[in-house]
């Protein structure tokens, strides 16, 4: 049997990547969709959910109070973009709490703890074309009240302007709230490198290197004292 899931969300851009997500898991199947609490009220009255994609800030009424108001809610997984309502949202006994933008790896790890162990989530990833590499995928990036999408190969490196982060590519930056600790989850190891508290590099858009500093797009970068060991082993082996 399919999981229903209800997707809860006043942006129309975090539905779609929610959609797109889900699109990968057989188990999963999207039973509706809606704007705030009150629609989703309405829904859960109707029709059966098992599980609820539930946005926190959302007009009217939070997430975290709307679930307060049910008395017999099915599984959540908290959606936002604010690190701050983690604790509510555990205290909710949610699934899980992701922070966008939610790559679909995070998203994969999510879902595993609400499917059956024993039933393997086949097709979790999506297909890699013949002339594509793993390189091609993209993150979302929340910027004011739109996802902008980045291709992960195209990032250059990532710096932390403490409650956000600029991300840097050959075309743009972008600034969006997030933590570096965060993102870097969301990172391919074998791709990227903390090299400083407030950097993270892509491997392969590193020009020259020193003890002290990494050159990126014609930017040098400091390498941070706690770093330096991990950053010397890991450069050593990829120079």
């Known amino acids: ?7 809860v969300d006043d942006e129309p851009p975090a539905l779609t990547v929610l959609r ?63 690190r701050e309502y ?23 790890r999510a879902v595993q703890k609400v499917c059956r162990p024993e039933v393997p989530l086949i097709n979790s990833l999506p297909p890699v074309p013949s002339n594509q590499t793993v390189s091609d995928r993209f993150l979302y990036f929340r910027v004011d009240r739109k996802m902008v999408k980045v291709m992960v190969d195209d990032i250059h490196y990532i710096e932390s302007l403490k409650d956000y982060v600029r991300i840097v ?20 190891e074998d791709g990227f490198l903390r090299i400083h508290r407030s950097f993270i590099v892509a491997l392969d858009k590193i020009d020259s290197f020193s003890p002290t500093h990494v050159d990126v797009a014609g930017k040098e970068l400091p390498i941070g004292r706690h770093f330096k060991q991990d950053v010397e082993r ?3 082996r990829v120079a």
Request: overall charge negative; hydrophobic content about 50%.
């Open 1 to 7: 049997m399919k999981i229903r899931c209800l997707l």
């Open 169 to 188: 590519t050959a075309s743009k930056q972008i600034i969006s709230k997030q933590t570096i600790t965060s993102l870097e989850e969301m990172l391919p």
């Open 86 to 108: 983690a604790l509510d949202g555990f205290e909710l006994d949610a699934v899980d709490y992701l922070l966008k933008p939610i790559s679909l790896e995070r998203f994969m």
């Open 20 to 82: 797109s997500h889900i699109a990968h898991v057989p188990m999963l199947e999207v039973a509706a969709q809606c704007h705030n609490a009150m629609q989703a009220f309405e829904i859960l009255q109707s029709q059966p959910i098992d599980l609820m994609f539930l946005d926190i800030r959302m007009p009217q009424m939070l997430g975290t109070d709307f679930v307060r108001t049910l008395r017999n809610p099915p599984k959540i997984i908290f959606t936002t973009a604010y």
């Open 234 to 236: 890991v450069l050593v």
